[in-house]
């Protein structure tokens, strides 16, 4: 036990003289900031530390003159927005503060300044300089422009919370920001698949407010939409079925022959009396019926300004589905057939699926597609 606590004495020595070491080897570096830290973390665990209590107020007066110096020279920038980096430095030059506060041993031999009153200031200043952009962006009354002043009030807001107005400027800019797009109701030329494709549409206009692929863009499905007072669409998405076709069902008859050599009890006695196993080779021949349904079609949708009728973006989609059965019967040996066989041997003769639900199948990559093509689409916005 005592050689253990000698072992740990030894360790914690080490710890320090390699802090001292590193602290000092920050200042030398000019890293003062990096320095005040060490220093202040040495003298926590080591208040009477010579290097420390030596070197700590230099390293403070070091970096209080570098952030300062960096803070004056983004006041005397043309940047529109140097208050924010001067807000920056007040906050590296704050949080030393902290960090000299928290051991009263370094904080015995230095006074650090308090700089939450050069923050807030700068904060404020800088709130005012995004809070101006947001109106004079507001007053170009287009949406791209909205869109912008929403960044700019919530950056106003971020720097000092509940700066002004900027609250309610920023929600009413998101508001004029948003482009309201109306999936209007799908064309199909049969009337016998309009349940299905109204399925499509419903589907998708769900997953693309699901996604929220773009806080600026909203869908709506035009039946819910359709007579709404104060309502006004920015864009019309129209989609319609085109060569959907469900084709015949096409039968392909084959047949194999299968074997498998099987061990079973011979039917002449060994000199023990024993009937010894020997290898015989089975057969059968395997008839298989397979039907195929081939289902394609495409899709063609396009996306259009309402103010100007201009097309946006068009495009058209393809889809397939392919339906297959497939069952068998055998003639022969049972035991030459393999798992596979059996299993297709179990099959049944079962139609196709009527043409609604072959439909359904095949919009599902289209669905895919289109999801994924809007989603690119409106992610610019």
């Given amino acids: 036990m005592l050689k253990y606590l000698r072992y740990l004495s030894v ?38 530390d010579a290097t420390a209590l030596r070197l700590l107020p230099a390293a403070y007066d070091a970096a209080k003159d570098y952030y300062e110096g960096r803070a004056k020279q983004a006041l005397a920038s043309n940047n529109a927005l140097k208050w924010e980096d001067v807000k920056n430095e007040y906050r590296a030059m704050q949080s030393l503060y902290t960090i ?7 904080n015995a031999i230095v006074k650090p300044k308090d ?28 949406k791209q422009a909205a869109r912008e002043a929403y960044e700019e009030f919530g950056a106003a807001l971020r720097l000092s919370p509940n700066f002004r ?8 800019a ?30 998708l206009v769900r997953n693309l407010e699901d996604r929220r692929i773009n806080t600026f863009v909203r869908f709506y499905d035009e039946r819910r939409v359709r007579g709404a007072k104060d309502f006004q669409p920015d864009q019309y998405m129209e989609m319609r079925f085109m060569d959907f076709v469900v084709g015949q069902t096409y ?21 023990t009396g024993k009937f010894p196993m020997v290898d015989i080779t089975v057969k059968a021949t395997i008839f298989v019926t397979r039907k195929t349904v081939e289902s394609s079609g495409l899709l063609d949708y396009r996306i259009i300004d309402v103010a100007n009728e201009r097309i946006l973006r ?4 393809p889809g397939s589905f392919t339906w297959q059965n497939q069952f068998g019967t055998f003639r ?27 439909f359904l199948e095949l919009t599902r990559p289209i669905y895919d597609r289109l999801a994924r093509d809007l989603q690119s689409f409106y992610s610019r916005y």
């Fill in 11 to 48: 360790c914690l020595l080490a710890i320090i003289l390699f802090a001292c070491k590193s602290g000092e080897k920050l200042y030398n570096q000019g890293r003062y900031y990096d320095a005040v830290e060490a220093f202040v973390k040495k003298l926590q665990r080591r208040p009477t």
């Fill in 100 to 106: 000299i506060r928290s051991a009263p041993a370094a």
């Fill in 115 to 142: 700089y939450s009153s050069a923050i807030a200031a700068s904060g404020e200043n800088a709130a005012e300089v995004r809070y101006n952009r947001g109106i004079e962006l507001m007053e170009q009354r287009t």
């Fill in 165 to 172: 107005d900027a609250s309610r400027l920023r929600d009413q």
């Fill in 174 to 203: 998101y508001q004029l920001g948003i482009v309201h797009v109306v999936v209007s109701e799908i064309d199909v030329r049969s009337p016998y698949f309009q349940f299905s494709a109204d399925q499509f549409r419903d589907a």
């Fill in 251 to 271: 039968v392909d008859r084959s047949q194999r022959e299968v074997s498998k050599v099987i061990q079973v009890k011979g039917n002449k006695a060994d000199s």
């Fill in 314 to 317: 068009q495009d058209r989609v």
């Fill in 332 to 358: 022969g040996d049972e035991r030459a057939l393999s798992d596979e066989d059996k299993r297709l041997i179990q099959g049944r003769d079962v139609p196709a699926p009527p043409p609604q639900d072959l």
